[in-house]
């Protein structure tokens, strides 16, 4: 089972370029998510989508935008980089919105983005 | 007061050696309680959800105590494979999606 994939797995880019990191999950899962993760910080949430078509601000949504192309599949786009979102990003899925017990987050392995 | 805190560590134990991890959170209205495990430059894992009664799987055991707002995990007999960072994931409300992530505290067992 592939889970949760994302691309690419490594990316250095120079201030101000754009990119956008790619996400998709085989789990049939309704909810997915963008986190980012910095040394010394808990993991944090940038965008969410709770169902294929609507997306919502997280924690730390300024600089990234979203798009959920339908249900297997959540992009991240930076617009403009700047160093300061030099991070992990991790995509993670789960069945629905509502984070329980039985009803748990998947990651994905992980990008590692450097900004320049 | 930070919203969910993890002891510092790191924590460097031997094989075979019990160690235990606290995590206190400050919203008492939170509703559901992981912790998750997170290897070296890898994605973390659920190692377990925590539930009011307490529960076990194998080596591991987490309990919660609403009362004093800390979930605790336990390893018992731990294995060099246990070396990794372990994440406290809280969920702050009912429906909520917005989850809580500590810090996380990084274990070492040596051999």
């Known amino acids: 089972n592939a889970g949760v994939t994302q691309t690419p797995k490594f990316q250095v880019l120079k201030t101000g370029q754009s990119m956008t990191l790619q996400c998709a999950q085989d789990?049939?899962?309704?909810?997915m998510y963008w986190y980012r993760q910095d040394p010394g910080m808990g993991l944090r949430l940038i965008y969410y989508?709770?169902?294929?078509?609507?997306?919502d601000k997280g924690e730390v949504p300024n600089g990234y935008n979203v798009s959920r192309l339908n249900k297997r599949e959540f992009s991240l786009r930076l617009e403009s980089a700047a160093p300061s979102q030099t991070s992990v990003y991790f995509c993670?899925?789960?069945?629905?919105?509502?984070?329980?017990?039985?009803?748990?987050?998947?990651f994905g392995a992980g990008s590692r983005l450097t900004v320049l | 007061r930070k919203e969910v805190e993890q002891d510092p560590g790191p924590f460097n134990v031997p094989e075979g050696a019990t160690v235990a991890f606290n995590c206190t959170y400050s919203?008492?209205?939170?509703?559901?309680f992981f912790w998750y495990r997170q290897d070296c430059r890898k994605e973390p894992k659920l190692l377990m959800s925590?539930?009011?009664s307490g529960n076990e799987d194998g080596r591991f055991t987490a309990q919660l105590n609403r009362a004093s707002q800390y979930i605790s995990l336990l390893i018992r007999d731990s294995k060099l494979s246990d070396s990794a960072t372990y994440l406290c994931?809280?969920?702050?409300?009912?429906?909520?999606?917005?989850?809580?992530f500590g810090k996380g505290t990084k274990l070492s067992v040596i051999p």
């Open positions: 993670a899925s789960s069945p629905d919105r509502t984070i329980s017990g039985a009803n748990v987050l998947t």
């Open positions: 789990m049939n899962h309704n909810s």
């Open positions: 989508s709770a169902s294929e078509g609507t997306t």
């Open positions: 919203n008492s209205a939170s509703q559901s």
């Open positions: 925590v539930y009011s």
């Open positions: 994931v809280v969920n702050p409300g009912a429906g909520s999606y917005q989850l809580t």
